[in-house]
């Protein structure tokens, strides 16, 4: 491993994955100050000799050091990353049972483009619809899991609230 982590460029690359997992392509790129052609290549060059796993989804494609990540933790990585289901997970946290319209006037956003984002989230079973007092509304599937990922992995695009959120979730 030494001696494929012998190039500087390489080992920053190699760095930086380590340290968020599920990291695009062009974010390494622009933290690094390097074009994204030479990533890519010292990208495949990593991932011919083991040492990172890369893939690819809706035409992105996503860093992870081989072995270290278990799928589930992919599967939170592919929508945690994401702005706006971050948004309504981190929400949810503070507002279990939130309905589609206090989401709707908390995110400030269209309802299908929230109702396209709360499919996402259904499907890959992070959020579930429920029936609360006789109103639907929305709720984490595993809340315990997600505060654990997010306290872990501290996703890229923190929000200004995030800060109060892991204090609340903290253990004191």
Request: charged share 25%.
């Amino acid at each position: 491993m030494s001696d494929v982590l012998e190039f500087e460029t390489r080992k920053k690359i190699y760095e930086l994955v380590e340290q968020f997992p599920g990291v695009h392509l062009s974010k390494i790129a622009e933290v690094l100050q390097v074009s994204i052609q030479l990533i890519d290549y010292h990208l495949h060059y990593l991932e011919i000799h083991d040492l990172i796993s890369i893939e690819k989804e809706s035409g992105y494609s996503r860093c992870y050091i081989k072995g270290q990540i278990s799928a589930e933790e992919k599967q939170l990585f592919s929508i945690l990353r994401q702005d706006i289901p971050l948004k309504i997970v981190l929400y949810l946290l503070q507002h279990p049972h939130a309905r589609h319209k206090d989401l709707l006037q908390a995110l400030q956003m269209s309802s299908p483009r929230l109702s396209y984002h709360l499919r996402k989230l259904v499907k890959q079973r992070i959020v579930t619809l429920i029936e609360h007092e006789g109103t639907p509304g929305y709720i984490l599937c595993n809340e315990r899991e997600v505060i654990t990922f997010l306290m872990r992995y501290k996703p890229t695009t923190i929000l200004d609230n995030v800060h109060d959120i892991w204090m609340d979730f903290s253990p004191g």
